[in-house]
């Protein structure tokens, strides 16, 4: 079955670090750029996190830039996401997505995983 | 940054009824353009790519239309199952953003 599954969310106190894991399977991850977007609780979806197949190119959203590291491991067939200096807003069900038709587009999801920020 | 503004934020309508979705952008986006639907409890869905072509799987009473900054999603014929929120997303440049949502409710 080609799916995605993220994992590591957890309860983290504010300025506190996290690192989020995705494992794919059913598909090659080495084909296509990967991302990660999140949703805070009841509210709609951020694009946070985009890398290309080889980790050449990647682009963060400014709300995370300097905070946040995306990297993959091919051979692994996984994606990762090291979350540091985590603020209350931080928040919300991070997804891992792959990107299809032309690597601009969402068409597979994982089913997320909650990271929860707070004292 | 650009901005995506989508209306209505809420709709209610009967099942059979032709129900369209707006997507307006602050700046030009081209054809640049997606749809997802997010049903409660769930991972979004894609539904339409590049404005108006339909993603794998998606049935055809899903289309979408226009280009630039002026974006339809219409469903023909709302079914009890295509409850849920709908989103539009640009990729013409970074940071690729988001709608704030539509939701549709039976």
């Known amino acids: 079955e080609v799916q995605l599954v993220e994992s590591g969310g957890v309860l983290v106190q504010p300025g506190g670090s996290l690192t989020l894991s995705c494992a794919a399977s059913?598909?090659?991850?080495?084909?296509?750029?990967m991302n990660w977007v999140r949703q805070a609780p009841g509210k709609g979806l951020e694009w946070i996190s985009y890398?290309?197949?080889?980790?050449?190119?990647?682009y963060y959203a400014d709300s995370v830039k300097g905070r946040f590291t995306i990297s993959r491991d091919n051979a692994k067939n996984s994606l990762s996401l090291q979350m540091n200096s985590l603020r209350d807003e931080d928040t919300g069900v991070y997804f891992c997505?792959?990107?299809?038709?032309?690597?601009?587009?969402?068409?597979?999801w994982g089913q997320g995983t909650l990271v929860t920020v707070s004292s | 940054e650009i901005v995506l503004t989508q209306s209505p934020a809420t709709v209610s309508v009967s099942p059979g009824e032709r129900v369209p979705l707006s997507c307006r952008a602050s700046?030009?986006?081209?054809?640049?353009l997606a749809w997802y639907q997010q049903k409660p409890g769930q991972a979004p869905r894609l539904l339409i790519y590049?404005?108006?072509n339909r993603a794998t799987g998606i049935p055809d009473r899903f289309s979408g239309s226009g280009s630039g900054t002026d974006f339809t999603l219409t469903i023909s014929r709302l079914e009890p199952e295509d409850v849920g929120a709908y989103y539009c997303?640009?990729?013409?440049?970074?940071?690729?953003?988001f709608g704030q949502g539509t939701k549709v409710e039976i």
């Open positions: 997505v792959r990107a299809l038709y032309g690597d601009f587009y969402f068409d597979l």
């Open positions: 059913g598909f090659s991850i080495s084909l296509h750029s």
């Open positions: 890398i290309t197949t080889g980790g050449g190119t990647i």
């Open positions: 700046q030009s986006v081209n054809n640049y």
């Open positions: 590049d404005a108006s």
């Open positions: 997303q640009q990729r013409y440049t970074w940071p690729w953003t």
